[in-house]
């Protein structure tokens, strides 16, 4: 385990709404972060899918993530998310990368997508800005 | 309690996620929606703050809700959302409003306060489409 | 004429782009911007509607400008544009208004109405993150 | 040169702005369009660079082009654009993508770059919705 790996433990741990949705660090590397969380009952809406408030937790979280990555200490400052398909199945995984990045700003891209069974397919897509905080 | 009101209670009422976040529709009028949420411990980041996610949440379900009392079944196609302060306070209002309706698709926006004492400040700002379902 | 609205026709007399586009800025305050087009053909796409890069150009520029009349020297860092109509009719009018600004930051907001005869209709909604430049 | 490259260039020769501004499609295949622009005087803003305008031109119409390629006929519903880099150079290329696609709808990326000398970089990435047109 790397010590940027064990770090982005230590801040999802101490996020009390990371805990409460149950979500886990499965990857964090300069530049890549990746966040699982398993669709238990409590994370559905009305038609029994994981909630879009869930999806955008993880594009949100793995954006923050993979921008702390490359810039230590970052605030989300605006991102937007387009879903492409409904969210049915046991897991989500979201990954997080960089498109650009400067001294204090970064241009992330977050895929989540779901598992059910042995298929991975894409949920959403979403982009946004990382600012460092000093 | 009017009609449509009564309707949006039983649709948040089948959501879990929103009943895991505490979430209730204080208004909901063709055109407008309103969901507050209480910020509990649970629902904070490493700093303190409402997590980022649950501020998506309430833009993302608000903006499901207002594009639905307009086009009855909605889906959310997509949105951006801007962070303009750190939301730390007592409660969350989500405010969503019709930007632009057709017959299938709305254009919402939503504006997210906290409540700190006596105090109203604007923490976020989305904006959306949302897409009618048949 | 203020010494704002003065300085914000120079600003707009130097981008060569905008000459080449015809825009004007009929109002510069401090928390709102407005510029004005006249739709002629060159342009237009393919169906004969002011080409949605035009449009774009609007929201940009008049997000750059309401910015700018409240954090002076600014550049714009992202935008998201929905747009709600085909662009048609005589004239173009970017009205930016000011959602949230900080010492560095402003979040801003920009409607694009297309005159049609005495007929003003929404077009587009931009919303977008201006940063002071040092 | 192949039929979808040839109706590419009709649609692209019909639209009098993409005229205007010198627009070339470089590129079109099922899932990828590329445009390309050489940056003269007439596109640049009061700083020298390129106008945030051509670059959200270039953002507009890549991702129509793609879009276009898997679903025909389409219309661009909304888009986010981030500037990463001021445009500086002699050309600039808009490399778009397709992220998902249905039968109604396509999700899509476009990077813009800037060539200057024999260096490539990127001054914005873009993400947006294009609606199949009936």
């Known amino acids: 385990m790397s010590e940027l790996f064990d770090f982005g433990q230590k801040i999802l741990a101490k996020q009390n709404f990371s805990a409460l949705l149950g979500a886990e660090l499965t990857k964090f590397e300069p530049g890549e972060a990746e966040l699982t969380l398993v669709i238990r009952d409590e994370l559905k809406q009305q038609h029994g899918f994981a909630h879009g408030g869930v999806i955008s937790y993880l594009a949100d979280n793995s954006l923050g993530f993979v921008g702390g990555s490359v810039l230590t200490d970052v605030v989300t400052s605006e991102y937007k998310i387009n879903y492409v398909r409904p969210a049915i199945g ?44 000093d």
């Open 90 to 133: 046991e897991k989500l995984i979201a990954r997080a990368s960089v498109l650009a990045s400067g001294k204090r700003q970064a241009v992330c891209q977050s895929k989540i997508f779901v598992i059910d069974g042995n298929k991975e397919q894409l949920v959403a897509v979403a982009q946004g800005t990382l600012n460092k905080v």
